[in-house]
């Protein structure tokens, strides 16, 4: 399910940035990059910014399952 929120997020602000550039969005999944090159990070709450943040190790676990196991001990997901 996480790993969905990603893609949505990261589809949105690609959609956002391709609109205000012109241009395609570059191929990465960092959703704080894309937020900052869309020109909405420093729109986004503090609320908003923490969810991008944790959403991150939920895309890598996904793309890159032999990963998983550190990225589990590792995370304290809770999204509130």
Avoid: W
Wanted: net charge positive.
């Amino acid at each position: 399910m996480g790993f969905f929120c990603h893609m949505i997020t990261e589809k949105a602000l690609k959609a956002v940035m391709a609109s205000v550039t012109n241009e395609l969005p570059p191929r990465i999944h960092d959703l704080q990059r894309l937020a900052v090159h869309s020109g909405v990070f420093d729109d986004l709450t503090d609320k908003q910014l923490v969810f991008i943040d944790r959403l991150k190790p939920l895309q890598i676990e996904a793309r890159y399952p032999e990963h998983k196991e550190r990225i589990s001990k590792a995370r304290n997901f809770y999204v509130g």
